[in-house]
C-alpha cells in the first residue's frame, strides 16, 4: 500500500488516555473518502512496521482529516507524542463500514470506537439527512468521553438524532448519560 505524508494541525486531548488528530496532506487538502473508512498508520522506528489501522473520525466535508486514539502501547504512545506541525505517514483511506442507505440508523459503540460511527453520524446529520439515528455509547468514566459538547449540539439542532450516552464505572452520570450499561432491548426495540 503507497504511503502518503500529513502534516498534524492540530490535537485535541479529550482525557490523559484519549487524543483526536486532526491532518492534511501537504497542500492542505484531504483525501476523498466514504464516513466510516479507515488508513493504516506508519512508524519506521515501530515494532509493527506494517502499521496500524486506525478509523477516521472526521467526515468528508470537514478540512482536516482525524483520527482519535486511546493511549495503550507503544504505537499509540508514538502518536500521542506528535505535535502540531509534525508529519505523519499513512495509507489512503480504504475499507466499507457505512450501511449507505436512507433507512432508520442504530449505532452501538464504546470508547474510540467512536470513530467510524462519529464520521457517519456528522456525514448523515450534515446532509440533512432526515433518518432517524439512534447512537447508543458507552465508556468507563464520563473524562474518557471524546466529543462530549459535539454530541449534545448534534442533538439539540437535530430532530432526527438521539444520543444515549452511558457510563459504567462513575459514581454518578451528568445529564445525557445513564450509569448503566447500554441495554440491547432497549436498542433493538427503539420507536
Not at 35 to 56: H, M, N, R
Not at 150 to 179: C, I, M, V, W
Amino acid at each position: 500500500m503507497q504511503k502518503h505524508t500529513v502534516k498534524i494541525k492540530s490535537i485535541k486531548t479529550h482525557s490523559d488516555a484519549v487524543k483526536t488528530l486532526y491532518f492534511t496532506l501537504p497542500d492542505g487538502s484531504v483525501f476523498d473518502y466514504v464516513p466510516g473508512q479507515y488508513i493504516t498508520v506508519y512508524f519506521e522506528d515501530s515494532s509493527t512496521p506494517e502499521g496500524k489501522a486506525y478509523s477516521l473520525s472526521s467526515a468528508p466535508f470537514e478540512s482536516s482529516m482525524s483520527i482519535t486514539v486511546k493511549k495503550i502501547g507503544e504505537f499509540t504512545g508514538k502518536l500521542h507524542n506528535l505535535k502540531v506541525g509534525d508529519n505523519l505517514s499513512i495509507s489512503v483511506p480504504y475499507g466499507f463500514f457505512n450501511p449507505l442507505n436512507d433507512r432508520p440508523l442504530v449505532c452501538i459503540g464504546a470508547g474510540v470506537g467512536i470513530a467510524p460511527i462519529w464520521s457517519i453520524i456528522k456525514s448523515d446529520l450534515q446532509a440533512s439527512s432526515k433518518r432517524n439515528i439512534d447512537f447508543f455509547y458507552t465508556n468507563k468514566y464520563i473524562g474518557d468521553v471524546p466529543f462530549k459538547s459535539e454530541q449534545a449540539e448534534l442533538q439539540a439542532n437535530h430532530d432526527n438524532y438521539r444520543f444515549r450516552g452511558h457510563l459504567t464505572r462513575d459514581e454518578s452520570a451528568p445529564k445525557g448519560f445513564a450509569k448503566k450499561r447500554i441495554d440491547l432491548d432497549e436498542a433493538v426495540s427503539i420507536d
